[in-house]
């Protein structure tokens, strides 16, 4: 007899087998194998020197080197992001001088290489000695700074990289504002609420939910970009990696060094992005996901089978030929 | 309340409105009725001057909507004074356009609170008080997005309301609404009429109509076709095209 010919009372007490899947335990064994591979040689081969690693990891001048990278990232994407949104809004604005001198500015910064940027802020003393407040062409002048002491060398990182991250965060921005409902704003406006109200306490609220994951990638992809300043030389984390290279001519366990801090921070960068995702996602969702990052790996990660409601009582309602 | 004079509106070359004229006194209740894109939702938005008019004169409690008359002279308002109009007249939208990122708390204080500067306290403790008249008490934390579409509506008008608006205008408030969810927010409009509210609806709730309406206004291209009170429009319409419409909502 097969199931179909079951009436539904009887089908009830049948057991429910799920699908195998052969395949998972040879893509498993093949990678194992793999990767136990990798292992094997990255211990085996005395090149990678992992002592020497082990004694430069927290070495002070990596450390100090580190904590420069995360300061240089932190600065640049401030000025990034608030500079970003400012340029989105300045390109969304109806007054077309504002928008057109916001077109005009992420042409410029994202058509030229962020190191010329840097590098020409730089050496804005050779171009300027005096920066100076005043009018143009009328001999009018209100203050005077010397240029060398206006912008160091820090400042010079923070203005290239930062000004530039600003022209591409200015799109990314601007994606966000126009992916939220016109009838947002329209709502807010009906209320008597002015556009720079409804901008930030209703548009961009809402916005957020767009621009934070590319934010993420950008964020990420800057702690790499700082490691241009080699060029200034000033001593971040690469740049300190560098260092030992050229007193010791041993490279690659310096390079593992400070890929070693880069992947840290961007572990931690990557978990960050999950809560500030959790916090403008409140109220997307009729079911809102409950717990954090850390939370949910750990759930992820349990051993077993998850919970399945009524798995235990599961029904075959179409016969099979199993018999 | 709001009179209107020939009032004209054009999208580019076409004309939306072709010189509307009509009349709602205070705490008449004015129902406007008509076949889609006759131009209904445009003159509401007209009248809280989302949509800037091209002719003809529109004025809400006597004062001109957009412009300031100085001796002979129309002065363009300024888009802040605009937005102070705009806070005395309340607005509900057929889609409800609540902000999803706040409770239903946040979305009812925000403009009482960050335009009006009501303290705080004294703003929740009113949009306590009008989530009970909506038949929404205890609502207060939940997101819009995890009511019904019939309960937000009803957190729409409490938002409106908390503004204390002179006006309130409806676009087609029960349209985007499971039938039996239609009679909850039909409710909370007929409390709103009888306690004295001014109220401009856009609807094609007949029942509604007929019963709370004062007035019914018939629109269709652009134009006035019929107007008067609705049980009279209803029972015996004037005009072939009145009467079109009606045989088929009715
Ligand atoms: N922003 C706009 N740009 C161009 N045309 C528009 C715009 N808004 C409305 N229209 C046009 O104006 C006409 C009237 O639109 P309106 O929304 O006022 O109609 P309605 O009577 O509210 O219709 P419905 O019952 O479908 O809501 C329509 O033909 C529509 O296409
Ligand atoms: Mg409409």
């Known amino acids: 007899m097969t199931a179909a010919d079951d009436s539904t009372g009887a089908a009830s007490h049948l057991k429910a087998v799920p699908v195998r899947h052969p395949g998972r335990w040879v893509a498993a064994a093949v990678i194992a194998v793999v990767v136990a591979m990798l292992i094997h040689s990255f211990l085996a081969n005395p090149l990678y020197d992992w002592g020497r690693i082990g004694r430069t990891l927290f070495a002070a001048p990596i450390l100090r080197g580190t904590l420069k990278t995360l300061e240089l990232t932190v600065l640049a994407m401030v000025v990034g992001i608030a500079g970003g949104i400012l340029l989105a809004v300045m390109r969304l604005s109806p007054n077309p001088v504002l928008s057109a001198s916001s077109a005009f500015y992420i042409w410029f910064f994202r058509g030229t290489p962020v190191l010329v940027q840097i590098v020409i802020w730089y050496n804005l003393s050779y171009l300027y000695k005096h920066i100076s407040l005043g009018l143009p062409f009328v001999h009018v002048t209100f203050v005077t700074f010397s240029t060398n002491t206006l912008i160091s060398q820090f400042g010079a990182a923070i203005l290239g990289l930062g000004l530039n991250e600003a022209a591409y965060m200015a799109e990314i921005v601007r994606a966000g504002i126009l992916s939220v409902d016109e009838g947002q704003s329209e709502a807010a406006s009906a209320l008597g609420m002015p556009s720079s109200l409804i901008m930030r306490r209703i548009v961009l609220p809402q916005a957020m939910r767009i621009i934070v994951p590319p934010t993420g990638n950008e964020t990420i992809s800057m702690l790499k970009t700082t490691s241009i300043v080699i060029y200034i030389a000033l001593p971040e984390l690469f740049t300190s990696a560098q260092n030992y290279i050229n007193t010791t001519f041993v490279s690659i366990p310096y390079f593992i060094v400070a890929c070693i801090w880069y992947l840290a921070m961007t572990s931690v960068l990557t978990i960050g992005q999950g809560y500030i995702e959790r916090y403008y996602g409140r109220g997307s969702n009729r079911n809102p996901p409950s717990g954090g990052f850390l939370e949910r790996m750990g759930r992820a990660l349990r051993f077993g089978r998850p919970w399945l409601p009524g798995r235990d009582q599961m029904v075959l309602s179409t016969g099979n030929n199993g018999d | ?250």
Do not use: W
């Open chain 2, 1 to 250: 309340m709001v009179r209107a004079e020939g009032v004209r509106k054009r999208f580019g070359v076409t004309e939306v409105l072709k010189g509307i004229d009509l009349e709602v006194g205070r705490g008449e209740v004015l129902c406007v009725i008509g076949p889609s894109g006759s131009g209904k939702s445009t003159l509401l938005r007209c009248i809280n001057h989302l949509e800037k008019i091209h002719g003809g004169r529109l004025s809400v409690d006597g004062e001109l909507v957009g412009y300031q008359q100085r001796g002979d002279r129309l002065y363009e308002l300024r888009e802040r004074e605009v937005a102070r109009k705009r806070a005395e007249i309340g607005m509900v939208f057929q889609h409800f356009n609540l902000f999803p990122h706040m409770t239903v708390l946040g979305n009812i204080i925000e403009a009482p609170c960050r335009v009006k500067k009501v303290a705080r306290d004294e703003a929740i403790e009113r949009a306590k008080r009008l989530l009970d008249q909506v038949g929404l008490a205890g609502r207060e934390d939940t997101y819009p997005r995890q009511l019904s579409g019939g309960q937000q509506q009803r957190v729409a008008i409490a938002r409106a309301l908390a503004m204390e608006p002179k006006l309130m205008l409806f676009d087609e408030p029960t349209s985007a609404l499971d039938p039996e969810l239609v009679g909850d927010v039909l409710d909370v409009m007929r409390d709103l009429a009888r306690s004295g509210m001014t109220m401009f609806v856009v609807t094609h709730e007949m029942g509604f109509a007929r019963e709370v309406g004062d007035k019914l206004v018939f629109m269709d291209d652009g134009v006035v076709v019929e107007a008067g009170v609705p049980r009279d429009v209803i029972a015996n319409p004037q005009h072939e095209r009145t009467r079109n419409f009606l045989s088929k909502v009715l």
